[in-house]
T-cell receptor, first 115, second 112 residues
């Protein structure tokens, strides 16, 4: 049973381009969470999705950021018109259900660099 | 405001020594508290989870304690190894919907 898979591991984008980050949850997991980690800082919650639904997007910037988790395929975090401040590590986690006492397993992250 | 504060921010110890990391939280109502280990460039990995009724949980050389009355937790690492060098993150979850707060982490350096 493969763990949470994120790709790409490293992504370089020029200012104004779009970044698409992918997350394949663990087999059987239908709940996905996205986090952002700035250098030397802790993880910050962005969005929580269940298959085809956004449950909580309170941590997501209102503009340029969007997330989806379609019925088939990986979850996608999309950042449009990237700016230097978007440079960070983006982590995805998945869990079996949405209960807070259910362990969420993290992927290795995607390191986005905006030049 | 729900917060999780960790101390110290960073710590350097010699291989073989013990150390204790602290976590204070204000998340309410409380559901559970986890400690994660995050190696550089990797995703966090869960070490322990404790609910309201538990006050200690061990995982090998890692022992976590929880005082739900004072809203404090600690992670004690015994006989440290070089591979313990990592960030240790305290994560607190509340009840009633999705409410999970991550601490900023303690960066531990174990030196030979």
């Amino acid at each position: 049973n493969a763990g949470v898979m994120q790709n790409p591991r490293h992504l370089v984008r020029r200012r104004g381009q779009e970044a698409r980050l992918r997350c394949s949850p663990m087999k059987g997991h239908s709940h996905v969470y996205w986090y952002r980690q700035l250098p030397e800082e802790g993880l910050k919650f962005m969005v929580y999705l269940q298959k085809e639904n956004i449950i909580d997007e309170s941590g997501m910037p209102k503009e340029r950021f969007s997330a989806e988790f379609p019925k088939e395929g990986p979850s996608i975090l999309r950042i449009q018109q990237v700016v230097r401040g978007d440079s960070a590590a983006y982590f995805c986690a998945s869990s079996l259900n949405g209960q807070t006492d259910t362990e969420a397993f993290f992927g290795q992250g995607t390191r986005l660099t905006v030049v | 405001k729900n917060q999780v504060e960790q101390s110290p921010q960073s710590l350097i110890i010699l291989e073989g020594k013990n150390c204790t990391l602290q976590c204070n939280y204000t998340v309410s109502p409380f559901s559970n508290l986890r400690w994660y280990k995050q190696d550089t460039g990797r995703g966090p990995v869960s070490l322990t989870i404790m609910t309201f009724s538990e006050n200690t949980k061990s995982n090998g050389r890692y022992t976590a304690t929880l005082d739900a009355d004072t809203k404090q937790s600690s992670l004690h690492i015994t006989a440290s190894q070089l591979s313990d060098s990592a960030s240790y993150i305290c994560v607190v979850s509340g009840t009633g919907g999705f409410k999970t707060i991550f601490g900023a982490g303690t960066r531990l350096f174990v030196k030979a």
